[in-house]
């Protein structure tokens, strides 16, 4: 059956609390909901996240809405699903970039296409390698003590133990002594990451990961911004601790010349960022073959979008820093009727058919901006 129609919708989503970032706090979430239909009736579904607007990267939801009504849902109408990979040559043919827009329709379109089947959309990726993933929560309340309360609430519910801590915004020295107080709360129950989003000069990161390192952080996300290859690259062969690219690792191309230049020895991948599923299993190819740590990355989906990731990264041989798909959990309410399970630190991979996730067309008319 053929794709007859295409919807996209921008989305406003309540969050539990405020959760801050070094160039954005979010207070409600903006998401993009992508829906395909075919001649049957049925339909495929899939989001990307954005956050801060046009603060963190180039898609904002709008541009994502638009850049999809206006030129890619011409060019799907009237065309396979199963043939998604050709579909989407044809579009990086037409459209450049955008690769959000062309992630949330990819994903649609994938959707469906398994739907079509009856399968898992993990199916048409080589199938499933991993049954549930370790996953990480972002301690961002921007306050120590609620932070550490945090902490020790997901140790005890053993949703999480590893915790990530966004250090990009106000004194470096200070975020340092915030993310040491935390490690010393929580000791060795957990693993400690922490994610500057860009906010150091090499001067200020060398000032500071000395001590993170020696405070037992296990990861350094995005110290420097995304287009210093040639720092990243000297902290990576100057500490031990391993210094991740994420705001850098924008598409297949870009994660190649960060693997070439060693500008970071791990990579966070997300869906969006490569501009699909198809995309996303080239970035994790490259990385493999250079030998470089993989990261399932998220920029905050709902349960949707973070069913979408959860899949993709579980027909990934090794994820060594296992992932962040946290999203469904800073959310208020969902989409869709049935939830992401979390259990035993990990994330379960939900199961199909599509990407096992049923969404509630008035929870998406409830949240959707006016207009849409
Ligand atoms: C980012 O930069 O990684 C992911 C988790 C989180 O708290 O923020 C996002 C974006
Ligand atoms: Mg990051």
Redesign the pocket.
């Known amino acids: 059956m053929k794709i007859q129609a295409a919807e996209v919708f921008v989305l406003d989503m309540p969050i539990i609390r405020p959760?801050q970032?070094a160039m954005h706090t979010i207070t409600e979430q903006a998401i993009v909901v992508a829906c395909v239909r075919d001649t049957d009736g049925a339909e495929g579904w899939a989001e990307v996240a954005t956050?801060g607007g046009a603060s963190?990267g180039e898609s904002t939801p709008e541009a994502i809405k638009v850049n999809i009504d206006r030129y890619i849902s011409p060019l799907i109408i009237g065309k396979e699903p199963i043939a998604f990979g050709k579909i989407m040559d044809d579009v990086a043919r037409q459209v450049r970039g955008n690769h959000f827009a062309k992630a949330v329709i990819e994903s649609a379109i994938v959707d469906l296409a398994a739907r079509q089947r009856g399968i898992p959309a993990y199916e048409l990726f080589g199938g499933k390698i991993h049954d549930s993933l370790p996953v990480a929560w972002?301690l961002?309340s921007g306050d120590t003590g609620k932070d550490i309360e945090e902490a020790h609430e997901m140790l005890e519910k053993r949703r999480h133990n590893i915790f990530?801590l966004?250090i990009g915004k106000g004194d470096a020295q200070k975020n340092v002594e915030h993310v040491l107080a935390i490690k010393q709360a929580v000791g060795d129950s957990a693993r400690l990451t922490v994610?500057v989003?860009q906010a150091w000069d090499e001067d200020t990161a060398n000032r500071c990961i000395p001590a993170l390192e020696e405070g037992g952080v296990s990861m350094i996300?995005?110290p420097l911004p995304a287009w210093d290859h040639e720092g990243m690259a000297r902290l990576t062969s100057r500490y031990r601790v391993p210094i991740l690219a994420?705001?850098a690792a924008t598409s297949v191309q870009e994660v190649f010349k960060i693997a070439k230049h060693r500008a970071g020895n791990s990579i966070?991948l997300k869906v969006c960022k490569a501009g699909g599923l198809t995309d996303t299993k080239k970035a994790a190819a490259i990385a493999e073959a250079a030998g470089l740590g993989l990261y399932g990355?998220?920029?905050?989906e709902s349960s949707l979008g973070t069913a979408v990731c959860a899949q993709i990264y579980a027909t990934i041989p090794a994820l060594q820093f296992g992932t962040?798909l946290?999203g469904p959990l800073l959310f208020k309410d969902t989409l869709t009727t049935n939830d992401i399970k979390y259990e035993n630190f990990e994330i379960v991979i939900p199961d199909g058919p599509g990407f096992g996730m049923e969404v509630d067309r008035d929870k998406v008319k409830k949240y959707a901006r006016s207009g849409n």
């Open positions: 959760h970032l956050i963190y972002t961002a990530k966004k994610d989003n996300e995005q994420d705001e966070a990355g998220t920029m905050i962040e946290f």
